[in-house]
């Protein structure tokens, strides 16, 4: 039987009975597979790899080892909950990679978006690499494979974007846990298995992180510009009911200043733009119809407590004719 093909007669994982199941049936199947060599996987905190590497420390605890590269392009608190969740709680072998300025050194002066996508993978593989060369007595890499990566690749629809697709020449057999499970079951079984609701439930978040979303070429300030405006809105959204309603959102900031006055001064800043999306599987997206004043209490907050920002926009563009990103 061709182990990437789903077994008709293979349940739906929609309930914690169900998830527990799986996850001893894995934990066994793990233990077999690995014995007493050691597993390298490349944690970014999304949910993919965190169930993975939740469902590895169950089964073998601390020949697991996750390397969390921190390439500057991550969400405002999101490094922090990895060491939180993984070493802290979990007692996880973890080594953290504190990437970021060779990231965006190399990113510098870089405006156009796919050589942005290309750089950040390449870095990524090459700090990955360089962290998998000094360990030793690793045989085995984990990853987060998911169903429809496998029937996507299948049916050739994406070469796609993920960063931390790991190059072929490495040399490690595969470990793939979850590589017959849809996204919807991979949550259900990371709930199981005592991770973070925030964590679980998480939005999709692209590989090249806010890379994508701080247009044309990266600079620090417009990054944290980025990150700081994406945390208001995210907290809001968690305020005002829209977290888990909502499919996908988050803010941009393009490369253009506008005039402004603060303080009875002229202020010239940057604009954020506000994305918020509905959609079933990312190909074609509707605009969340959010409350106008809500929308008025984010630019409020946004406008003043992020430095460097003087206007907030709102995409009303579905997909098609935008994407979902703006690069
Ligand atoms: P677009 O912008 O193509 O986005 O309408 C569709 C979905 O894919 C995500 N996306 C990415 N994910 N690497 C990723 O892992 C990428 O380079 C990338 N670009 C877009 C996007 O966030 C949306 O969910």
């Not at 949910?47 to 996750?66: E, F, N, T, Y």
């Not at 499970?181 to 806010?210: H, I, S, T, W």
């Not at 005002?240 to 393009?254: C, D, E, H, R, S």
Request: a negative charge; one cysteine or more; aromatic letters at 6%.
């Amino acid at each position: 039987m061709d182990s990437n093909v789903r077994p008709e007669s293979m349940q739906r994982i929609t309930t914690e009975a169900l998830a527990n199941a799986f996850i001893d049936e894995q934990v066994k199947a793990i233990k077999e597979q690995v014995g007493d060599k050691k597993v390298l996987l490349a944690l970014s905190g999304g949910v993919d790899s965190s169930v993975v590497a939740a469902l590895l420390i169950k089964a073998i605890g601390k020949q697991l080892v996750c390397v969390h590269v921190n390439h500057g392009l991550l969400r405002k608190g999101e490094p922090e909950q990895v060491i939180e969740v993984f070493r802290n709680q979990m007692d996880a072998n973890l080594i953290y990679v504190d990437a970021v300025d060779r990231f965006l050194d190399r990113l510098a002066g870089v405006a156009e978006p796919e050589k942005k996508r290309k750089i950040i993978g390449d870095e990524f593989i090459r700090v990955f690499e360089e962290e998998a060369g000094k360990l030793e007595d690793i045989h085995f890499l984990a990853q987060g494979t998911i169903y429809p990566d496998i029937l996507e690749s299948k049916d050739g629809i994406k070469a796609h974007h993920n960063v931390g697709g790991m190059p072929e020449e490495f040399d490690f057999e595969l470990v793939e846990p979850v590589k017959l499970l849809f996204k919807d079951e991979v949550r259900v079984v990371g709930k199981a298995l005592g991770l973070p609701d925030n964590m679980v439930y998480r939005q999709p978040f692209p590989g090249p992180g806010l890379g994508v979303r701080c247009l044309g070429a990266i600079t620090r300030e417009r990054l944290e510009c980025v990150r700081e405006s994406d945390a208001i809105l995210r907290e809001e959204f968690a305020k005002n009911g829209l977290q888990g309603k909502v499919w996908q959102y988050f803010t941009a900031i393009p490369d253009i200043k506008s005039v402004g006055v603060k303080d009875g001064k002229r202020y010239e800043g940057y604009p954020v733009i506000i994305r918020a999306i509905n959609t079933k599987d990312a190909m074609t997206a509707t605009v969340e119809n959010v409350p106008f004043e809500l929308l008025e209490h984010i630019t409020d907050r946004i406008t003043h407590e992020v430095d460097g920002v003087n206007r907030v926009l709102f995409d009303l563009t579905p997909k098609p004719i935008g994407t979902i990103e703006w690069e």
